[in-house]
């Protein structure tokens, strides 16, 4: 059985290790399943879905025929807001960790707009609800931070031709510790600064956000370090 580590979200496929072998975390023991075999088919129908709209579509459906299934009301938090099939332009408010993207260009979008995607992060009533469905809200919400911040660097910092750099289209991984470094390091040092969130607000988010560039980098963190000291 696979285990996903919480801190760096690395696929640890060998049995019977105790650490991450990426991290060297302490892994946690896997939780016992408590989902029924119709919520566990909803939830692997959506995993295979490339398209978040569908990902959505497919957890709502299931979600009417499982109202009790905490994983599949988890999973619908990272899916964002419903797209609006009238719009010609990219929506990337679909997939949830963009609304990391204020503390990127804090410019591009107003004061009220700002304020909804703080919430989202902290005070939306669908995350309370569902924190509140597992043993430890707190951690949970440590977990969702974690898992945001995870998705946004992959997607939108690694999948971003002004981060990366590209050559007749195609991106390099190359030197890619130190490229991500830059943005993750002024979007953790917006955090800091942000005086809407609450002091703990900001150390879960900024701590959740440095996490996250380490497991995209085989928790390799010196050049971050660099830029934040």
Known sequence: ??????????????????????????????APMTETPEAEKWLRK???????????EILLKGLKKCPNSREIRWELLFTGEQEDKRRWTVDFSVIKCWVLEMYRKPGDFTEEKRNRM?????????LKE????????????REYLQRLCREYVEL?????????GSFLG????????????????????????????????????????????????????????????
């Open 46 to 56: 959506a995993a295979q879905m490339k398209s978040y709209p569908e990902r959505r």
């Open 156 to 164: 939108f910092l690694e999948g971003s031709n002004q981060v990366m």
């Open 1 to 30: 059985m696979s285990i996903i580590c919480r801190q760096c979200g690395r696929t640890i496929e060998t049995e019977g290790v105790a650490f991450c072998p990426y991290c060297g975390t302490k892994l946690e023991a896997a």
């Open 170 to 229: 195609f991106h390099s991984d190359r030197n890619k510790d130190k490229k991500l470094a830059v943005p993750v390091a002024e979007m953790i040092k917006r955090v800091r600064e942000d005086e809407k969130l609450s002091p703990d607000q900001r150390e879960q988010l900024w701590k959740a956000l440095y996490q996250g560039y380490a497991a995209r980098n085989g928790g390799r963190t010196e050049y971050l370090d660099e830029r934040l000291n």
């Open 130 to 141: 569902c924190l509140e469905m597992f043993g430890d809200p707190a951690g949970k919400q």
């Open 118 to 126: 703080r919430e989202k992060l902290f005070e939306n009533p669908e």
